[in-house]
């Protein structure tokens, strides 16, 4: 009854997800559940299934078994159209590899995400997203010629422009020192707050263990 | 951002690369677009000047030789036939219409054309400057001949023997321009015309029975000598009723020293001629196409190949597969539709220099300002063709496994 009650207004819901690949399993998540706006840590070493869990929330790969709904949509159950327009409009991605679209401006690949997802473009918006994200004069320049770090506010600000329900970032830090990787998930935790998004990050950095509020530990996989 | 301007991001990536796979197309369609511009322009040009002719009568020889110098005034003639003979001819109760015409001289290149009102009055030209002849060497001269010589009404000149360059000029019997036609686009611009007696006069004088009026002679001359020697070279003829499209020409050449050929059988047994020439190379522009086909293939293969983390990303974005496949076939369009106008402008471009530096071309009247309608089917050619080179690299861009690609960096 306490589960029904959870998974109704959950922003994230998993439930029974089970994953193989070639009859191996790869991810085994019984029931978590994240509510609307919070804050919280897939956890688990490298092989621990947080790529592939990270992929099921965002409807890029379908379950084995069990169930994956996203504002209270199940992704499994919806048609592929209906689904990469649902990604589109209502979950941003932060992938590891930032992958910036190498041949457009940093404000072509935000204007990229919003007519992709099938949004009026919003020169206004983009705008104050790269001025949030100190990408200020930076809107003309070309993802070869941006540093590390800005090339990940860059994918950032891609990830909220369409103002999405939920925000998941794959391994944010993992590259980082300890001055920069605290400044990276400030920023992240304050973008989603500042939007409503529910902020959901994949990581085997322990440093992050504490920051968050709500935790999925992965076991390691042999 | 639309999909448009993201294929042109795309193109502007590699515009070396872009810009040989245009050129490839726009050189093969330059090539096509001009060959059809000028078999187009040719065969206009070959029916503008035989329209109204059924037959075209004249010394015997090769019939084609007869229609090329009878009509078009660009071969030797196959010789005279005597005055009398196409006089009765004339008066065939099948005959509407008779235009005699006597060649043999040329005045600064230009055919100097022995005949009667009615020749310039076919044609629909009338003099734009001065009047038509009235006397012998009396002349009233084509728009390009005026042109090119620069002669005008009350100049003199001299023709000389031979229908091209001056190997004998006949010093003693000048002409007078009493007239300049204007321009009608065939080939009567390219002509000095005059009465028939002009002709008659100046061959007449010490050399009768050698060779008359004609560049080449044959054996019509014994028919020549006896009684009225006078000669003419072809006889232009329209036709009372169709039914003698069928026994004219038998009769005529069946019979006696003249030879009736038909311009239309003549003008598609030559455009056969010249077709072969012409599809060699269109053969050769459709191989241009086929290898820029071929360029816009790899190129747009290798890009999806460098891009399946750009089209991944596309897909976690919210781009449907779909659109990701619209986005490549878009690309190879652009590309083909670069090198269309391109080629079209280029196909147009050479054959309005061709008509402009070409002697014959100019002749012929070629010109870049006008459009065939064959080159509508060169441009969807152009574009299927440029679909089908990206269709594969599309279907890969479908078939883009989202989470398999971004898991592999």
């Known amino acids: 009854m306490a589960l029904a009650s959870a998974a109704e207004g959950a922003s994230v819901a998993i439930s029974g997800l089970r994953f193989d690949i070639g009859g191996r399993r790869i991810l085994d998540v019984a029931d978590w559940f994240v509510a609307p706006g919070r804050q919280a840590l897939l956890l688990g070493p490298s092989g621990s299934g947080k790529t592939t869990l990270l992929n099921l929330l965002a409807g890029l790969s379908r379950p084995t078994a069990g169930a994956v709904a996203v504002g209270g949509r199940d992704l499994a159950g919806m048609p592929a159209a209906a689904r990469d327009r649902f990604r589109g409009r209502e979950i941003g991605i932060v992938f590891q590899s930032l992958h910036l679209v190498g041949a457009l401006s940093v404000a072509g690949n935000l204007r990229l995400a919003r007519y992709l997802a099938r949004l009026p473009a919003a020169e206004a918006d983009i705008e104050r997203l790269l001025d949030a994200l100190d990408l200020a004069g930076r809107a003309a320049a070309r993802p070869a010629d941006l540093s590390q770090g800005e090339a990940q506010r860059v994918a950032i600000a891609r990830a909220l422009v369409n103002a999405p329900s939920l925000l998941l970032a794959d391994e944010p830090t993992s590259a980082l020192d300890d001055a920069n990787c605290e400044r990276v998930v400030a920023l992240l935790r304050r973008q989603a707050a500042a939007r409503g998004a529910t902020l959901v990050i994949a990581t085997h950095d322990v440093r992050l263990k504490d920051v968050f509020p709500q935790r999925l530990d992965l076991p390691a996989r042999p | ?409």
């Open chain 2, 1 to 409: 951002m639309n999909l448009f301007l993201l294929s042109l991001a795309y193109l502007r990536v590699r515009p070396l690369n872009a810009l040989l796979n245009v050129l490839l197309l726009a050189v093969g369609v330059a090539t096509i677009t001009a060959l059809i511009l000028f078999s187009a322009q040719m065969r206009e040009r070959l029916a503008r000047d035989a329209r109204g002719i059924d037959l075209v009568v004249g010394a015997k020889g090769s019939p084609m030789q007869l229609i090329l110098s009878g009509i078009y005034h660009v071969d030797v003639p196959t010789g005279n036939i005597p005055l009398a003979e196409a006089e009765a001819l004339a008066g065939h109760p099948m005959v509407a219409a008779v235009i005699p015409l006597a060649l043999g001289d040329n005045a600064a290149g230009f055919r100097i054309v022995g005949t009667v009102p009615d020749y310039p009055a076919h044609y629909a030209a009338a003099p734009a400057a001065g009047r038509l002849w009235r006397a012998p060497f009396e002349a009233t001269i084509g728009a390009e001949v005026a042109r090119a010589t620069g002669w005008r009404v009350g100049d003199a000149f001299v023709g000389s023997h031979g229908l091209a360059g001056a190997d004998f000029a006949h010093d003693d019997h000048p002409y007078r321009v009493v007239g300049v036609l204007a321009r009608t686009g065939t080939v009567i611009d390219r002509l000095v015309l005059t009465a028939i007696e002009s002709v008659w006069r100046v061959h007449d004088t010490g050399r009768r029975e050698t060779e008359a009026v004609a560049e080449t002679d044959h054996d019509q001359d014994d028919a020549a000598d006896e009684g009225d020697s006078r000669e003419i070279t072809v006889l232009l003829v329209r036709y009372r009723t169709p039914l003698a499209a069928v026994r004219l020409p038998r009769e005529i050449n069946g019979r006696g020293p003249l030879q009736a050929a038909a311009p239309a059988l003549e003008t598609a047994r030559l455009l056969t001629l010249v077709g072969a020439g012409l599809d060699t190379l269109r053969g050769f522009g459709l191989l241009l196409i086929a290898s820029a086909a071929l360029g816009v293939f790899i190129a747009l293969y290798n890009a999806t190949q460098q891009r399946r983390y750009d089209l991944a990303m596309m897909r976690c974005l919210g781009a449907s597969p779909a659109r990701l496949m619209g986005q490549i076939l878009l690309e190879a369009q652009l590309l083909a539709a670069a090198g269309t106008v391109l080629g079209l402008a280029a196909g147009h471009g050479v054959t309005e220099l061709l008509g402009r530096l070409l002697p014959e071309a100019g002749a012929m009247g070629l010109t870049g300002w006008t459009w065939a309608p064959e080159e509508f089917l060169t441009v969807l050619l152009v574009q299927a063709v440029g679909a089908v080179a990206a269709l594969l690299p599309a279907v890969r861009a479908y078939r883009t496994d989202i989470a398999k690609t971004l898991a592999t960096r």
